[in-house]
C-alpha cells in the first residue's frame, strides 16, 4: 500500500489525540498529515520526527484543498454534519466519530470485529461511521453469545467517565472536585446537566418526551444496525459517573434457553480482543482506574441468575477513548485498506 495523506479534524480534543498517538505507532505509511483544530490553529507538535502546525477549519478556503485519502472527524457532531460530505465529495474517506451519519442506511457503521463484512466496498457517500464508544464495547462483548444463543432480550445500566465530554469535561470535573475538597460549591454545570464531582447524573444526552435519552436511544439502534438485528430487544439507563477514562456497564442478557455458566464463558474467553476475568474471588474484575489493555474490552462477574436459568449478568469495561473510538477508527482504516477501497471514487 502506498504512502496515504490523512486528515485529522478535531486533532487537538480528547479523541484527536488519543487517535494521533495510535496513528503515530501504527505501520500505516503516511504521505502527508493535516491536522485541523476547529477553533484556533497555529500549535505545533511532533509527529514521527517530524513538526506539524495545526491549521483552523474555519480558515479553508477551497474545499478542493481538503483533498486527502483519509480523513478522521473527531469534533463533534455539528463540525461533522457542516464539514464531512464537503470533504468526501473530494474522493477523502471520512472516519467519522460522531453521531451525525451513524443511522443514514448509506453509512455503514463499524465494529471491525464484529461486522468487518459490512465494509467490503466503498460506501457510496465515502463516509464510513464509528460508532457510539457505549456501543462498541457492548458489542464486542455479546458478538460470540448472539452469535451461539437466540437472546430474547437485553438490560443494561451505563457508567460513563467524564472524557466522553471530551478535554473539557474532564476539566470541569477535576475543577469540581477540588473545589468540592476545599469546602467550596465549586463553578456551575456547564458540560453536565448538574456537576459531576462526587456525583452520578442519571442523563446522557437530551431527553425526550418519552423520558428516554439520546444516549440510551444510541445504544439501542446502533446495536441493531450493527448486528443486522432490526428487532433486537434492548433498552437501558445510561449514566455518568465521576470517573476521568473508562466506561463501564452492567449488561443483563435473558436468552430464550437455559445457559450454562461454562460455555459463556468458553465463548468469551476465545474472542479475540475480550479479557474474561473468570474468577472475581482469586482474579478480581476489571475497573476504570486500573484497566489492563486499553485495546481490550474487560468482562468480569460473570454470572447466571440464580432466580432465572435463561439469564446472566456480566461487568463491561472498556476505554472510552481508545475502544471506544480512536483505536475503533484506526482499525476502520486498517479494513479499509485491506479491503483496497482507499483512493476509491
Not at 465463548?267 to 475480550?274: K, M, T
Request: charged letters at 20%.
Amino acid at each position: 500500500m502506498r504512502a496515504l495523506d490523512i486528515s485529522v479534524v478535531g486533532a487537538t480534543g480528547a479523541v484527536g489525540t488519543a487517535l494521533i498517538k495510535l496513528l503515530e505507532k501504527s505501520e500505516i505509511a503516511i504521505n502527508r498529515l493535516r491536522v485541523f483544530s476547529c477553533s484556533s490553529g497555529a500549535r505545533q507538535f511532533k509527529f514521527r520526527d517530524q513538526t506539524y502546525v495545526v491549521e483552523a477549519l474555519r480558515d479553508i478556503g477551497d474545499i478542493a484543498d481538503t483533498k486527502a485519502d483519509i480523513a478522521f472527524f473527531c469534533a463533534g457532531g455539528d463540525v461533522s454534519a457542516k464539514w464531512g460530505a464537503p470533504f468526501a465529495s473530494q474522493g477523502t474517506l471520512v472516519i467519522d466519530t460522531s453521531n451525525s451519519f451513524r443511522m443514514d442506511p448509506d453509512v455503514p457503521l463499524i465494529v471491525p470485529q464484529v461486522n468487518a463484512r459490512s465494509l467490503t466496498v466503498r460506501p457510496s457517500p465515502g463516509i464510513v461511521a464509528n460508532p457510539d464508544c457505549s456501543t462498541i464495547q457492548l458489542v464486542r462483548a455479546l458478538k460470540p453469545l448472539i452469535a451461539t444463543f437466540d437472546i430474547h432480550q437485553i438490560i443494561l445500566t451505563t457508567y460513563q467517565a467524564a472524557s466522553g465530554m471530551g478535554l473539557l469535561g474532564c476539566k470541569e470535573l477535576l475543577n469540581g472536585a477540588e473545589a468540592v475538597l476545599e469546602g467550596s460549591a465549586g463553578p456551575p454545570a456547564e458540560r453536565f446537566p448538574v456537576p459531576l464531582a462526587f456525583n452520578v447524573i442519571p442523563q446522557i444526552g437530551e431527553i425526550s418526551r418519552e423520558g428516554v435519552a439520546l444516549e440510551e436511544r444510541k445504544l439501542v439502534q446502533e446495536s441493531r444496525k450493527i448486528f443486522g438485528m432490526p428487532h433486537l430487544q434492548l433498552t437501558a439507563t445510561c449514566v455518568r459517573v465521576p470517573v476521568k477514562t473508562g466506561h463501564s456497564e452492567a449488561v443483563y442478557v435473558e436468552f430464550d434457553d437455559h445457559v450454562r455458566l461454562e460455555q459463556v464463558r468458553e465463548l468469551l474467553a476465545n474472542e479475540p480482543g475480550v479479557r474474561l476475568y473468570a474468577d472475581e474471588i482469586r482474579h478480581g474484575y476489571p475497573t476504570p482506574r486500573f484497566l489492563g489493555d486499553p485495546a481490550d474490552v474487560h468482562v468480569g462477574r460473570v454470572r447466571v441468575n440464580p432466580e432465572n436459568p435463561r439469564g446472566l449478568w456480566m461487568w463491561v469495561v472498556a476505554d472510552n477513548l481508545q475502544v471506544g473510538a480512536a483505536l475503533n477508527a484506526l482499525l476502520i482504516t486498517q479494513l479499509a485498506i485491506a479491503n483496497n477501497l482507499i483512493g476509491e471514487t
